[in-house]
C-alpha cells in the first residue's frame, strides 16, 4: 500500500471512530508520572472503566506503592481480577515498580519532565526488557506530554484488518506514517478512539456492529474480517479426532493383546522338561536282571 492511501486510511479511521464513538473517555493528566506507567499496564487489553476500577482498586488496598512492589502477582492478579487480562496486567505493573525501585531507589519520577523527552522514553524502555510499546507510549503521551500514540493488541488486529499496517508491522508494534499523519494536538483523541475499537474487537471479533464499523473504514477489508467457525465445521473436527482417538485405541489394544501369547507359549516349555527325567529311572531297573543271570555260578 501506498504511503498516501495509508495516510488516507487513517484519517477515515479518525472520522469514523469520532461518529462510532462520541463520548469517548479521555486519559486524565494531572497523574503523576509513575501513576500513568502504573494506569497504562491496567488499561492495556481493557476499557477505561474497568482499567480505573482495577487501578482504584489497588491503590485503595494497600497503604504505598512499596507494599504492592513486595505483594504477590497472583494476589494482585486477585485484587484486578476485573481486567480481561489481569494476571498480565498484575505482572506489568509489579514489574515496573520492582524496577523503578531498583533504579531511582524511590517511586518519584517527577525528573523525568525536566529530562529531554528522548533521554525519559530510553530511560522508561530501559525498566525492563519485555515492557509493553503501549505502556511506553501512553506514558510518552500522557505523562510527558510526547507524540506516541499507544497501540494495544486490539487495535493493531484492527489495523492489520484494515490494511493499515502490515503483518510485520503488527508484530514489530510500528504503524508507518501514524504520527505524522495525525497532529500531535489530535493524538490524544485518536488514541483513545482507536483504543476502544480495539477492546470491542478483542470482546466481540465477529459481532455485526464491530464488522459495520470496520467496513464504513474500509469496504474492501472484507476478506480480512474475522470469521466464525461454523457448526458444521465444527462437528467435523469433532468426529475427525474421535476418529483419530478410536483408531488410536485399536492400535494399542491389538499390541495389548499380542503380548500375552508369548507369556503362555513359555510355561508348555517348562512342562516337557518332567518327561525327560521320568525315562531315567527306567534304565536303572533293568541293570538288576543281568546280575541275577550270573548267581548260579557260586557253588562250582
Not at 159 to 176: F, M, N, W, Y
Not at 268 to 295: L, Q
Request: glycine letters at 6%; aromatic letters at 6%.
Amino acid at each position: 500500500m501506498s504511503a498516501a492511501k495509508r495516510a488516507s486510511l487513517i484519517k477515515k479511521t479518525f472520522t469514523v471512530l469520532k461518529k462510532q464513538f462520541p463520548k469517548v473517555q479521555l486519559p486524565v493528566k494531572d497523574r503523576p508520572i509513575l501513576e500513568q506507567l502504573l494506569y497504562a499496564c491496567c488499561l492495556e487489553n481493557s476499557t477505561p472503566d474497568q482499567a480505573t476500577e482495577a487501578f482504584s482498586k489497588v491503590q485503595t488496598r494497600y497503604v504505598d506503592w512499596n507494599e504492592v512492589r513486595v505483594t504477590t502477582v497472583s494476589e494482585l492478579t486477585e485484587v484486578m481480577g476485573c481486567l480481561p487480562r489481569a494476571a498480565e496486567s498484575a505482572r506489568n505493573l509489579r514489574r515496573v515498580l520492582f524496577n523503578v525501585y531498583e533504579t531511582h531507589f524511590s517511586f518519584d519520577l517527577s525528573f523525568m519532565a525536566k529530562e529531554g523527552l528522548s533521554k525519559a522514553t530510553a530511560t522508561i524502555n530501559g525498566y525492563y526488557d519485555e515492557i509493553p510499546k503501549f505502556v511506553v507510549n501512553y506514558t510518552v503521551q500522557n505523562g510527558l506530554g510526547g507524540h506516541a500514540i499507544p497501540l494495544s493488541d486490539g487495535a493493531l488486529d484492527a489495523l492489520e484488518i484494515l490494511d493499515i499496517v502490515t503483518p510485520k508491522g503488527r508484530q514489530s508494534g510500528k504503524v508507518a506514517g501514524l504520527e505524522r499523519t495525525i497532529a500531535k494536538n489530535k493524538g490524544v483523541e485518536f488514541g483513545s478512539l482507536l483504543h476502544m475499537l480495539g477492546t470491542q474487537l478483542a470482546e466481540d471479533p465477529y459481532g455485526k456492529k464491530t464488522h459495520e464499523i470496520l467496513l464504513k473504514i474500509n469496504k474492501d477489508c472484507t476478506d480480512s474480517l474475522p470469521v466464525k467457525p461454523s457448526k458444521k465445521s465444527a462437528v467435523e473436527e469433532k468426529e475427525a479426532g474421535n476418529s483419530r482417538k478410536s483408531e488410536t485405541a485399536a492400535k494399542k489394544g491389538t499390541k495389548k493383546k499380542a503380548a500375552p501369547a508369548k507369556k503362555k507359549a513359555a510355561p508348555a516349555k517348562k512342562k516337557a522338561a518332567p518327561a525327560k527325567k521320568k525315562v531315567a529311572p527306567k534304565k536303572k531297573k533293568a541293570t538288576p536282571k543281568k546280575k541275577k543271570s550270573g548267581r548260579p555260578k557260586k557253588p562250582r
